[in-house]
């Protein structure tokens, strides 16, 4: 258990050295919304199409508090993990009451809703132009608009997030939920009170979208209208499926490679969605441990010879 | 003293009758089995008393206390656990984790989201209880659906002890077991019989006869006879039921 950690805090250190700063705390970033998705998606079962409602909301609400207000950043970072698990709390309320395809089908229609109002709210959100002025903390003595002290930032929230994550998927909770995942039926017969649970697995992954939000729009100024867009809810979604839905490492090692090829080919070559629908293909045909499992099939093969 | 009750309840689903009028007082301490040919009502009667969905009319009584209505996850809680006609585990787990779930669910919830999971000695010796009750000690590491039909069912049972129930209804815990394999859950069931409140759905009448101490007869979902195993194989009415008659 030790070992992916290590390999965690070596890539914090490399990865700025090999590519832009601002890329590399993408990364983490969207790390972050990866771990609160997968909680929903590879332990609960779920699949959301909904996680950028939380991902924009926190990152408009506390946007607006910083610019407009002058809300503390640190302050504001709170504020986005309250308005996350608050909009998740929502959100998941109406969606926990159906299963299946029509629980998929709600989350996306509730992101939908979320959108088109910030789409139309021009006024505070800025529409399609999004809302540009977010400011980065302020601390005296550290420069926060340096993209590498930034990075360090964004690196202790993703290490803080991991730690966190890691404590809930190896509680009663993270039984629980993957029982749920296993066999509702089962599950609710011997006394949980199956909705519920599903319902604190939306907040909890809503509070990590909320804080994986704030940071995105600090790093780059600006809430972007795609953030709670079905774009974001889906590369969340897909990044987490690449990667390993079903271990705790599996959406870190996906915002990786997610972000890390959208980043590099997408300069290079306009289509590069593409590949990615390759790599979709690829894992939910032949890995559906994602990369994760691939990676243990090749350690078994060569610790064989 | 009566420990679980029904007074005519009933459960329409349309127009169908699936439950009509049933009343039954089961024991306390006792083995009673409600018996019927397929599509009698038995599972349903089942659902019922477990709050799978609420009866169309009539009450349910457990321990003096009206429990009609009541939603299978609060049920549990009480003190009634069920194991399932068809085989419903948790698949992906190891058996230990699939006991685990059940055991956790009769503990105190303190730590729920942040105490390790291993953290819980009195839960977890619950759950390797149970596996030793019903013979699975030794494979507790092993993954639910890796284990043979026959452990799967003694893994269903387990599953229903590791809640501490004071009731355990079972549905057909021989379902689709070898004539070894259904020796074994009859030692089984009669090992339990005495610790816990039974009431059990069996099709075999082998099992029935040996193990009960009352026999309900379901039939079109209405109770036609009540009795001791010997009263029951006189019963003129149960014999015509089973043997292809129509009930007038």
Redesign the interface.
Request: glycine share 8%.
């Given at each position: 258990m030790k070992r992916p950690l290590i390999w965690i805090l070596i890539s914090i250190l490399l990865l700025p050295l090999v590519v832009r700063p601002a890329i590399a705390s993408e990364i983490w970033i969207f790390a972050i919304f990866g771990l609160g998705a997968n909680l929903l998606l590879g332990y609960s079962g779920l699949l959301s199409f909904g996680q950028s409602t939380f991902f924009g909301s926190a990152a408009y609400v506390a946007g607006w508090l910083m610019k407009i207000h002058g809300v503390n950043a640190f302050l504001a970072l709170g504020i986005g993990v309250g308005v996350g698990a608050a909009s998740a709390a929502v959100v998941g309320y109406l969606c926990v009451q159906r299963s299946g395809l029509y629980f998929i089908m709600l989350t996306f229609a509730l992101n939908q809703l979320f959108y088109f109002t910030a789409y139309q709210w021009t006024s505070v959100t800025g529409g399609e132009d999004g809302m540009p002025g977010v400011p980065r903390p302020e601390f005296p003595g550290i420069d926060f608009k340096d993209p590498v002290v930034y990075y360090a930032l964004v690196s202790f929230l993703f290490l803080i997030s991991l730690f966190l994550m890691r404590?809930?998927v190896?509680?009663?909770?993270?039984?629980?939920l993957?029982?749920i995942r296993?066999?509702e039926?089962?599950?609710?017969?011997?006394?949980?009170?199956?909705p519920r649970f599903k319902l604190?697995a939306f907040v909890?992954g809503g509070a990590f979208s909320g804080l994986a939000g704030v940071l995105y729009a600090m790093l780059f100024g600006i809430v972007p209208l795609e953030a709670i867009s079905f774009v974001f809810s889906g590369n969340v979604v897909f990044a987490t499926l690449i990667g390993g839905s079903g271990s705790l490492y599996g959406p870190v090692i996906g915002s990786f490679v997610f972000i890390w090829l959208s980043e590099s080919m997408s300069t290079v070559w306009a289509r590069w969605p593409l590949l990615l629908g390759v790599a979709f293909v690829l894992v939910v045909l032949f890995l559906r441990g994602g990369v994760v499992e691939a990676w243990h099939k090749l350690f078994l093969r060569f610790s064989k010879r | 003293m009566s420990l679980l009750e029904t007074r005519s309840i009933t459960k329409s689903f349309g127009a169908l009758t699936a439950v009509n009028g049933v009343s039954l007082a089961i024991e306390a301490g006792s083995l009673h089995s409600i018996i019927g040919p397929n599509g009698a009502g038995k599972t349903t009667l089942f659902n019922l008393l477990t709050g799978t969905f609420p009866p169309t009319s009539g009450r349910i009584i457990f321990d003096q206390m009206e429990i009609t209505g009541t939603p299978a996850s609060r049920i549990a809680h009480l003190g009634l656990a069920r194991s399932y006609q068809r085989t419903t585990v948790f698949p992906a787990f190891s058996l230990f984790d699939n006991v685990w779930v059940s055991s956790f669910s009769r503990s105190k919830r303190s730590g729920l989201a942040w105490r390790n999971a291993n953290t819980y000695p009195e839960v977890a010796e619950r759950a390797n209880q149970a596996l030793r009750d019903v013979g699975l000690e030794n494979k507790s590491k092993q993954l639910a659906r890796e284990i043979s039909h026959g452990e799967q069912r003694q893994l269903e049972l387990a599953i229903a002890l590791a809640a501490a129930p004071r009731v355990l209804l079972l549905d057909e815990p021989a379902a689709g077991l070898s004539p070894e394999e259904t020796r074994k859950m009859v030692a089984l069931v009669r090992a339990l019989k005495g610790r816990y409140t039974i009431v059990l759905i069996e099709h075999k009448m082998d099992i029935i006869m040996s193990v009960s101490d009352r026999i309900s007869v379901m039939h079109f979902g209405s109770l036609i006879a009540e009795g001791t195993p010997a009263e029951i194989q006189k019963n003129p009415e149960v014999r015509r039921a089973y043997l292809g008659g129509v009930a007038v």
């Open positions: 404590k809930i190896e509680s009663p909770l993270g039984r629980i993957q029982a296993e066999n039926v089962r599950a609710e017969a011997v006394g949980y009170n199956v604190l909890i | -």
